[in-house]
């Protein structure tokens, strides 16, 4: 898989998502913030550089590729 | 690292979301073979998860190839047997620090000993967590558990060491935060022919992180982040302040001979 700089590569699903925060409080880029619920919103995808950590610390395998596996 | 697109084929997406507290590290663990198996691109019909009791005794529903739930601390005694009768299955053993460390010690210590070929993964998330937090072997020395309510008296075990003094051909120690290590450490424990043991220090926010105050599960990956060492890093340090932290890193990588190609030279003589 290419690394593109600036777009966030991964989807979230919502049905999966626990809400945990670890991708919230662990972005290096500060991608997410956390919505009412403390549900990951992607409110800064530009800053996306595209290192994968959220998805390797994903624990709930909510956070997926865009290309459904 | 790049991700192996086909991950999601060793995965049952039917039987998602699981059944852990949010913040577990035992996703990320699971998620970490996945990753390695498909990166090894090892087929479906090939693979075998066997799985103990406890939390991490839930991983075999999660996976869309053979699973294996075995009796506590005794799945390596299963796992014997299997690997015996079928050579050609590659075996991977999720299980908890109760499974390896307590009631399947001596289990483990054989298995290693006869250097079979089976991959085994230990959750150590430092406490008994699905029946409510009781202090463990690996639980630290002075740690609040449901059972040590003014802090364990007792010392931990590392069974990475002891694994590593048992004959195992691989042994290597990490945390769930340090996750390229972790699939780092996966895959080449898959591809060591003979006894492969990663041990995984997972997160439990339930009651491990609760109890001694360390916060929910991001708070619990910092923690890791803070208190886990390099093994070349934490042999420098004082016999006192090693009591501050935990070490982490590869332990032993050798190549000796499985159990089934030493038996099989015996039968020939």
């Known amino acids: 898989m290419e690394k593109k700089k600036g777009k966030f590569p991964f989807i979230i699903e919502e049905r999966l998502c626990k ?51 | 690292m790049d991700i192996p697109v086909r991950y999601g084929d060793y995965i049952d997406w039917d039987q998602l979301p699981h059944l852990w507290c949010p913040g577990c590290g035992n996703g990320i663990a699971l998620k970490g073979v996945a990753l390695a198996l498909a990166e090894l691109n090892i087929p479906l019909h090939k693979l075998l998860l066997a799985t103990g009791i406890g939390c991490s005794g839930r991983a075999g529903n999660y996976v869309s190839f053979h699973s294996f739930d075995g009796t506590h601390g005794r799945t390596l005694a299963f796992c014997t047997g299997i690997n015996v009768t079928q050579p050609d299955l590659k075996i991977i053993a999720f299980l908890g620090d109760g499974d390896c460390g307590a009631i399947g010690g001596n289990h483990l210590l054989h298995a290693a000993r006869r250097n079979l070929n089976i991959t085994v993964i230990e959750i150590n998330n430092f406490n008994y967590a699905m029946t409510g937090g009781q202090f463990s072997p690996t639980t630290p020395l002075s740690s609040i558990t449901s059972t040590s309510r003014k802090g364990k008296a007792e010392y931990a075990m590392d069974t990475a060491s002891l ?17 390229s290590q972790l699939n780092n450490f996966i895959k080449e424990a898959l591809l060591t022919r003979g006894f492969s043991f990663v041990e995984v220090m ?43 932290y935990i070490e982490r890193g590869k332990l032993v990588q050798r190549n000796r001979e499985d159990f089934l190609t030493t038996y099989k030279k015996r039968r020939k003589k």
């Not at chain 2, 694994?163 to 996750?179: F, I, Q």
């Open chain 2, 163 to 179: 694994v590593a003094e048992a004959g195992a051909n691989y042994v290597a120690s990490t945390t769930v935060y340090h996750t």
């Open chain 2, 202 to 244: 997972s997160s439990c926010p339930t009651y491990y992180g609760r109890y001694n105050h360390i916060g929910d599960g991001p708070e619990m990956m910092k923690w890791f982040k803070e208190k886990t060492l390099p093994r070349d890093k934490y042999e420098k340090l004082s016999l006192e302040e090693k009591q501050n």
């Open chain 1, 19 to 69: 809400k945990c925060g670890i991708c919230v409080s662990h972005c290096p880029a500060k991608v997410f913030t956390a919505g009412p619920g403390n549900e990951p919103r992607v409110t800064n995808p530009r800053k996306c550089t595209g290192c994968n950590l959220c998805f390797f610390r994903c624990p709930d395998f909510a956070i997926q590729l865009e290309v459904s596996p």
